[in-house]
């Protein structure tokens, strides 16, 4: 896996955290009826887009490109990109998640989006772990590349 690819792949999952994390801030917004879960999903997403724009930094590194392609350190990024690429697959779902129970509707809006989020507890509760599994593994990996 090239450095290249890398920096795509991380580009382009932080520019879906940061739509995401907009999306999620429009839903805060929009409802007073938000818990703390989703203020803290809020910030998983925000932080893993902070995390994944050092990584960009890190992999654009002159050193970190010059290894990037041999043995252990190649078979390090190859399994990072495994990594961004779900990463980006959750991301999107979790979008969709969002904009599902963000619907808007003319009678009862805000209760309706309570009772959408109320429902989609759970699953939203499995992507937040998931990101935050992502980040955790990404920031191991520059902590082991910046070594």
């Known amino acids: 896996m090239d450095p290249l690819t890398i920096v ?15 999306e999620l801030k429009k839903f805060i917004d929009g409802t007073k009826l938000v818990g703390t879960a989703i203020n803290a999903l809020f910030q998983d997403v925000q932080s ?9 930094d890190t992999v654009d590194d002159p050193k970190v490109k010059a290894s990037a392609l041999t043995g252990y350190v190649g078979s390090h990024w190859r399994h990072l990109q495994t990594s961004l690429d779900d ?15 963000d619907k808007s509707a003319n009678l009862l809006n805000s209760t309706r989006k309570h009772i959408r989020l109320i429902g989609a507890q759970d699953e939203i509760a499995v992507y937040q772990q998931q ?9 191991v990996s520059l902590q082991t590349t910046i070594l």
Do not use: H
């Not at 795509?8 to 907009?22: I, N, P």
């Not at 990101?131 to 920031?139: F, G």
């Open 8 to 22: 795509g792949s991380s580009l382009s999952v932080a520019k879906l955290c940061y739509t995401v994390g907009w």
């Open 48 to 56: 893993f887009g902070k995390i994944l724009e050092q990584m960009k």
């Open 87 to 101: 990463a980006e697959e959750t991301l999107s779902a979790l979008k969709a998640t969002i904009l599902c129970v």
């Open 131 to 139: 990101i935050r599994s992502y980040k955790d593994t990404i920031q």
